[in-house]
């Protein structure tokens, strides 16, 4: 499943994908200390599989948290949370 | 003070209902779906997977009253007690505060069940319209949740925002929709994102001269572009279906159809029951799973 995290709002789309696919074979969890705005933890869904999704607190604010982590150029980087995931889940809509 | 000052319009109406195809439960499994959501919360009684009673009220101020209270209203009459219910999902966003649920599950997946059972197993993409979200979910053919988009930044494009709209324009919530279709010529969308900026702008409109029929179609229009946009972020594919409050709001709805070029099936129920539903199809799923299948009334 791709998990959709965030909001769209005047100013654009931001929203954090997360493949829970690949993601609930990872017994890792690198993601949690990767991301320097810590939005992730980890979860059971409803299958009962561990899977990392964007706190609920911070999902209406990943613009300006993420914010810190992606160049103002707008040059496309791996982001501290993507090379942190070792099952490559995670992508960002901007 | 006047009447049309102490008139709720944006009230909806709160009912309960039983099947009268299924005569009795006992001998049989009985599951329910406590969907306790931002504004309305549901209660889904199924007896051996067939639909037999449901409750859809206002939430009110505390979860675990409001799903008390749903579940309650759905067994009146039935002669069911709680202790006969073999497995209890809760949803929605009071789903971990249902003091009877055996296990909460996401309104997502729920909806998206409740959904393959309603609409049939050919829906692919569904848009629930709910009280303070709204939420673009892509689902195989077993109702299981492929993925999914949800906006609740905002009330624009929510059941709460039409409400808003039904008591300003002083418009029974009810009636909305198919007013909205009466304009003769369709208006540009209103085009604050915001509904407390929307509201100001209809304002504007009224004392401008426009029609009631007019603003609620610019407001209409400008909710379904906005839903639309989710839809098509999260993947559109055919069939597709359209479950919560809004979905009854003919307005909004055939403005989705027009921009997308494509018909949303028609509902057999009540689409707000779509997420009990499916935390009553869940239910039923894991009672059998666990062993937990007891037969009510032995």
């Known amino acids: 499943m791709i998990a959709n995290h965030g909001y769209k709002d005047g100013s654009g789309e931001y929203y954090i994908s997360i493949d829970t696919d690949k993601c609930s074979l990872c017994a890792e969890h690198g993601c949690l200390d990767g991301c320097p705005g810590q939005v992730f933890e980890i979860e059971f869904d409803d299958w009962d599989e561990e899977v990392a999704t964007v706190r609920a607190r911070e999902r209406n604010k990943l613009k300006q948290i993420c914010a810190a982590c992606k160049p103002v150029s707008g040059r496309l980087v791996r982001l501290p949370c993507q090379i942190a995931c070792g099952s490559e889940a995670i992508t960002h809509s901007w | ?298």
């Open chain 2, 1 to 298: 003070m006047s009447e049309n000052e102490t008139k709720e319009y944006w009230r909806w109406k709160e009912y309960n209902w039983k099947n009268p195809d299924i005569p009795d439960w006992r001998g049989s499994m009985v599951t329910a779906g406590v969907d306790v959501g931002s504004t309305s919360s549901q209660a889904v009684i199924m007896v051996d997977g067939q639909l037999y009673a449901f409750s859809n009220m206002r939430t009110g101020s505390d979860s675990p009253s409001s799903a008390i209270d749903a579940i309650n209203w759905a067994m009146e009459g039935t002669g069911l007690a709680l202790e006969d219910i073999s497995f209890t999902v809760g949803t929605g966003y009071g789903r971990v505060n249902v003091p009877f649920a055996n296990k909460a599950v996401t309104e997502i997946a729920c909806h998206a069940r409740g959904a393959n059972f309603m609409y049939g197993p050919t829906v692919r993409t569904l848009l629930d319209m709910g009280g303070q979200d709204c939420k673009a979910i892509h689902c195989d053919e077993r109702g299981k949740v492929t993925s999914f988009l949800m906006n609740d930044k905002c009330a624009a494009g929510t059941g709460r925002g039409m409400e808003v709209f039904a008591n300003l324009l002083a418009v029974p919530i009810e009636e909305v929709g198919d007013m909205s279709l009466s304009v003769e010529e369709e208006p540009a969308p209103v085009s604050s994102t915001c509904v407390v900026f929307a509201k100001t702008e209809a304002t504007g409109l009224l004392r401008a001269g426009w029609s009631k029929e007019k603003v609620l179609a610019a407001y209409c229009s400008a909710m379904a572009s906005r839903v639309v946009s989710l839809l098509e972020r999260n993947g559109m594919e055919k069939d597709f279906a359209i479950t919560g409050g809004i979905a009854k709001n003919s307005g909004v709805v055939k403005r989705i159809e027009r921009i997308l070029g494509i018909e949303a099936l028609k509902p057999n129920y009540d689409t707000q029951i779509a997420g009990a539903l499916g935390g009553a199809l869940f239910a039923k799923a894991l009672a059998e799973k666990s062993n937990k299948g007891k037969i009510a009334g032995r």
